[in-house]
């Protein structure tokens, strides 16, 4: 790895840990303002309180207010999109570039790729394309890999999982984000597979706090190096809270309890 990845990965990772927790906020675009980010500096502000690495965010929310003010936080700017209405949502175009992403200020750009889709092979292009313009301006790439097509039955299978995530390290990707396989065990063949950080997915809205922080605590035990979770910290009732209880098994070794007695006591 260069220099230049190197210093940057620092903004978005715990430099002490090597771990991290990843906020995305790129929601807008695939379902619009939603409840956590119609005030997108406010939600920001929010889980930079609590701790958080860095958020995902796309070109134009950037301009209106990634910061200027409040604890510093890393910014991924993010390269792909496609939209709920869709009715091709799991085909991903790219709406950003790399050079566009150095203008805005951006620690690390990420990309969204869709395994089994239909537009898998264009997807994958656009992946080397990213991949190279990164390599060659020393910019992370946070790679979202996920199997979602017509032969994938299970997006959650360890066998999809695995494939997803080593795909991000074959293509060049410096931190691959996928969905948790449910158990430490299967993840922990995830994470063996592939030799670059692996972050989680938070998915839908979960039924509570105690499932989210179990699902934490499962992926760090099984090697993972942090999580990229979004609705389940900017919907949670106070977003900055939630990112410390997550903080604490993260990057303090805590385990469920310890995080739960975090949001109890605030």
């Known amino acids: ?30 379902s619009g303002p939603i409840e956590g980010i119609v005030d997108i500096k406010w939600a920001i502000d929010e889980v930079a309180e609590g701790g958080a690495n860095a958020v995902v965010l796309h070109k134009g929310m950037v301009r209106a207010g990634h910061r200027g003010g409040g604890r510093d936080i890393g910014l991924i700017v993010h390269l792909s999109a496609s939209t709920d209405l869709s009715p091709s949502r799991n085909d991903k175009v790219l709406v950003c570039s790399v050079e566009e992403a150095i203008r805005l200020g951006a620690d690390a750009v990420s990309i969204h790729v869709n395994i089994g889709a239909d537009m898998e092979r264009d997807m994958l292009r656009d992946f080397g394309v990213v991949s190279r313009a990164c390599e060659e301006w020393q910019m992370p790439l946070l790679a979202m890999v996920y199997g979602r097509g017509p032969k994938i039955e299970n997006q959650y299978d360890p066998k999809v999982v695995a494939h997803c995530a080593r795909i991000g390290a074959e293509l060049g990707a410096d931190v691959v984000k996928v969905p948790y396989t449910g158990d430490p065990e299967s993840f922990g063949r995830v994470v063996e597979g592939a030799p670059i950080p692996v972050v989680i997915a938070g998915g839908p809205k979960m039924k509570s706090e105690r499932d989210v922080l179990e699902m934490v605590y499962g992926a760090i035990r099984a090697g993972a190096s942090g999580l990229s979770i979004g609705r389940n910290i900017f919907q949670a009732k106070k977003p900055s809270i939630m990112v410390r209880a997550m903080a604490k098994i993260v990057h303090e070794g805590g385990d469920v309890e310890s995080a739960l007695a975090i949001l109890r006591e605030n």
């Open 1 to 30: 790895m260069g220099i230049g990845k190197a210093v940057r990965l620092e903004r978005i990772m715990n430099r002490t840990t090597r771990r991290t927790i990843v906020v995305p906020m790129d929601h807008g675009v695939s």
